[in-house]
């Protein structure tokens, strides 16, 4: 049975903001496969629209971060996989935390079941600089 979710970006404040809606078409689904849901329809929408600021997980390489994203320095498509794999690294190194229903996921294989109430947020964690 196919699922309307809604995907939410939180940042370490606890403030959410929806980052996209993604048709799942099932209603169990792994956090993997949740991740390669969300990067190709951040991916298909960006490249479809052919603007100079990507709305990501992932920042893309050749690209500068701004408040809302993330700017090209020339515009060009960008390619899911390389987003993918990023992604994915960035999990396994808790650079990027999925929370389930508010629960940390750890594992790319756990597979959760979605309903009305599923709510699933992406918090990107910042290693500190100092010096």
Known sequence: ?????????ESTAGEKSVALMLDVPTDRVTVKELIEM?????????????????NGLVQPTETEKELNGYRFKQLKR?????????????????????LI????????????VIDHTTEVSFLKIVPLVGG
């Open 101 to 112: 229903d508010e629960r940390q996921v750890e594992d790319l294989d756990q597979a959760f």
């Open 1 to 9: 049975m196919a699922a309307r979710l809604a995907i939410y970006d």
């Open 38 to 54: 969300r990067i190709q329809r951040e991916v298909e929408k960006h490249n479809s629209n052919r603007q100079p600021i990507f």
């Open 78 to 98: 960008v390619d899911w996989q390389k987003q993918y794999d990023t992604a994915i690294e960035a999990f396994k190194a808790n650079h990027i935390i999925v």
